[in-house]
């Protein structure tokens, strides 16, 4: 079993930055990636931005240039920083850890970008 705690969301002008932050614990070792995904009001979940254990990164074409994916395996801790954010970005943002055949959640942090 894998926890995931996320932490970082809250309401920003547009054009400002937030860094959510995903907190890891239980039996981590096995996790062969972790990513951010997010849901907007009537809207499906979609991946924003996701990172392998190798340190291979992913990201949705909405986000790239403005949202970076790092982790910090002392803390066993991933994050998003999002810069110039957008109204479109508001959503419940969740993060997700891969260990293939199981994928664990985390229970969602908001963002809302708004003026």
């Known amino acids: 079993q894998v926890q995931l705690v996320e932490s970082g969301g809250g309401l920003v002008q547009p054009g400002g930055s937030l860094r959510l932050s995903c907190a890891a614990s239980?039996?981590?070792?096995?996790?062969?990636?972790m990513g951010w995904y997010r849901q907007a009001p009537g809207k499906q979940r979609e991946l924003v931005a996701a990172?392998?254990?190798?340190?291979?990164?992913n990201y949705a074409d909405s986000v790239k240039g403005r949202f970076t994916i790092s982790g910090d395996n002392a803390k066993n801790t991933v994050y998003l920083q999002m810069n110039s954010l957008k109204p479109e970005d508001t959503a419940v943002y969740y993060c997700?850890?891969?260990?293939?055949?199981?994928?664990?959640w985390g229970q969602g942090t908001q963002v809302t970008v708004s003026s």
């Open positions: 997700n850890a891969l260990d293939p055949p199981d994928d664990y």
């Open positions: 239980g039996n981590i070792f096995s996790i062969y990636a």
């Open positions: 990172i392998t254990s190798g340190g291979s990164t």
